[in-house]
């Protein structure tokens, strides 16, 4: 199990909100002022020829100067005076090699360019066979912005933020739920629970962007349109009544919304129908904390409290299913704690990475048709939470102690490409950008960062030209 549980009651005799702490405005930089270190010198010459007392190496002829050395000294050490034909070789000679000069240390210009280039032809035939290396991108290693998130709960378990496809991010502080626009930074207010149903312990964004769903303490699910801050409907529990276990994880399968409970019940709704629930899935023992749907959504991987994960096909979903029947097509036991963090590859479709809990700090990766474990490595902390990058093989995860930081790995190799530090809590919320760039992290601190870890959005490659012709509909012909 991990540190994280909350009660309703402790939560409600608990902190009250500040007035003064408007949520999701933006946090001053409390970075200290630190003075450039680099000296400069008075002179304002010495600034582009070094130092006054040191030459400057580029700017030195050895060659010439190792000679006006030597040829001071040797007419120093001859008194004798020189016969008109040395005179005149050596006049001769500083004309045409030393062009008069007698200056050791002088500025000088770039080297002419030779008239015929040796190995032309070699280098034309290497560069047309060598391409050219992709440039190492920039990740830029403090917070793009950060706001302040005042009563977010401090909960290992629940899922409190997400990201939705019209740019428009929720996320729930204590009983209320925020929505912030991306675009031009304008927060509203969602809605306010009352303290029977509160506090809100987690959020999902429909596929649309538009419908969020909101799961509560007391085991309902609220659908609303964000456009119009009005409530559709309410889903009840299992049993049609309030007052079960609370919904802290939720997942959407086109107008499936698919819940995880603190009793271990994963229920798909419906949520077109009056009733609402047409599979439950049984398979996990304790609170479900963690639902992801597989980009196909033919399959779903579920991890809970118990140290499972679990992959559910859609193919094998009843509405009642036999005693004993077991409705899983894969279990996994190999995680030491609680399955939260989870994340379908998309590139790869039967590629599932998991993260584990305090006393397990691995990320594994799953074969999901095969049930194989691909890899598994040890983080060294608490795994929250875990991001593909859309454009690149490359995953994220947030941890916690005793770093909470995120770190950005190369798949398959899984080499640490950067971590990002700055909350000093654990992160224990991800929500990536509708266009795969951006990554919002919210953690214990009451901060929400983001980061632009993934890079900017690669252009759209021109469409190709389709034929208008009889055989237009073919693409090859065998």
């Not at 030779?114 to 990740?139: G, N």
């Not at 095969?370 to 902390?381: E, H, M, P, Q, V």
């Not at 809590?425 to 980061?451: H, I, K, N, Y």
């Amino acid at each position: 199990m991990d540190a994280g549980s909350f009660s309703s009651s402790s939560y409600s005799s608990g902190k009250v909100r500040s007035p003064s702490r408007a949520p999701l405005q933006d946090v001053p930089s409390s970075r200290p002022f630190l003075p450039s270190m680099r000296t400069f010198s008075r002179n304002p010459s010495s600034r582009n020829n070094g130092d006054r007392f040191i030459p400057n190496r580029s700017a030195m002829d050895m060659d010439m100067a190792y000679y006006l050395l030597t040829e001071t000294k040797k007419e120093k050490g001859n008194a004798l005076p020189a016969s008109p034909s040395k005179e005149a070789y050596r006049k001769l000679l500083a004309e045409n090699f030393l062009n008069n000069r007698t200056r050791i240390l002088a500025f000088n210009s770039k080297p002419p360019a030779p008239s015929q280039p040796l190995f032309q032809e070699a280098d034309v035939v290497s560069t047309r066979s060598v391409k050219p290396a992709k440039q190492r991108r920039h990740i830029p290693q403090s917070a793009e912005r950060t706001l302040d998130a005042p009563d977010i709960v401090d909960d290992y378990y629940l899922n409190l933020l997400d990201w939705g496809s019209s740019n428009v991010l929720s996320i729930a502080l204590g009983n209320t739920v925020y929505l912030w626009d991306a675009s031009n930074g304008a927060t509203s207010e969602l809605v306010t629970l009352d303290e029977d149903s509160g506090p809100v312990t987690s959020v999902s964004w429909a596929p649309d962007g538009r419908h969020l769903a909101v799961g509560l303490n007391s085991s309902d699910i609220q659908l609303w349109d964000s456009t119009s801050n009005r409530l559709l409907r309410t889903l009840k529990g299992m049993d049609g009544t309030t007052g079960g276990a609370r919904v802290g994880s939720l997942a959407w399968n086109n107008s499936i919304l698919t819940s995880g409970g603190m009793d271990g019940k994963i229920i798909n709704n419906d949520v077109r129908i009056r009733n609402h629930v047409v599979q439950t899935y049984r398979g996990h023992q304790q609170e479900v904390c963690g639902l992801k749907w597989s980009g196909s959504g033919q399959q779903l991987a579920s991890g809970g409290n118990d140290n499972l994960l679990h992959i559910w096909d859609i193919s094998m979903a009843s509405a009642n299913p036999s005693p004993g029947q077991n409705q899983w097509l894969h279990r996994f036991n190999d995680h030491m704690a609680a399955v939260k963090a989870l994340a379908w590859c998309p590139f790869q479709s039967n590629l599932l990475a998991s993260g584990g809990g305090g006393m397990d700090r691995s990320i594994k990766f799953w074969n999901t048709h095969t049930g194989a474990c691909l890899n598994s490595i040890d983080t060294g902390s608490q795994v929250c939470a875990l991001l593909w990058n859309k454009n690149e093989r490359e995953l994220l995860s947030s941890h916690g102690f005793t770093q909470n930081q995120l770190t950005l790995w190369k798949y398959p190799s899984m080499v640490k490409i950067a971590e990002l530090t700055g909350h000093t809590s654990r992160v224990l919320f991800m929500a990536q950008s509708p266009d795969g760039c951006t990554v919002a992290s919210a953690a214990g601190d009451e901060t929400l960062r983001f980061w632009n870890v993934f890079g900017s959005p690669e252009a759209p490659k021109p469409a190709a030209a389709k034929s208008t012709g009889p055989f237009g509909g073919f693409n090859h012909i065998r």
